[in-house]
Nanobody, 124 residues
Framework: QVQLVESGGGLVQAGGSLRLSCSAS????????MGWFRQAPGKERESVAA????????YIADSVKGRFSISRDGAKNMVYLQMNGLKPEDTAVYYC?????????????????WGQGTQVTVSS
């Protein structure tokens, strides 16, 4: 079992930055691939970024490539999403998710564990 808690969301002006954090419980955290997803009002949940259990393989969605990055700290059981150059279209609830296994996946159904989400609002 893995429990996830996100933090770091908030209101920011366009062009600004935020760093989202995801705290994970569980002794087997290091064997889980981690992902960040987001869901804007009226839209489907979409993958934003993912990182393998080793940290050696990452995925960044085209819509945020060059602006967002994902990292993890195994010693602290933490995953981070650094968001720079934020745009109003980045406004959404951001979710941290975990899946057992070493390979990066981007489909929602591949992730068994989810946090409660943190709101990110970007004003123009």
């Amino acid at each position: 079992q893995v429990q996830l808690v996100e933090s770091g969301g908030g209101l920011v002006q366009a062009g600004g930055s935020l760093r989202l954090s995801c705290s994970a419980s569980g002794r087997t955290f290091r064997t889980y691939t981690m992902g960040w997803f987001r869901q804007a009002p009226g839209k489907e949940r979409e993958s934003v970024a993912a990182i393998s259990w080793s940290g050696g393989d990452t995925y960044i969605a085209d819509s945020v490539k060059g602006r967002f990055s994902i990292s993890r700290d195994g010693a602290k059981n933490m995953v981070y999403l650094q968001m720079n150059g934020l745009k109003p279209e980045d406004t959404a609830v951001y979710y941290c998710a975990a899946r057992a296994g070493q390979f990066v996946r981007v489909a929602i159904e591949d992730y068994a564990y989810w946090g409660q989400g943190t709101q990110v609002t970007v004003s123009s």
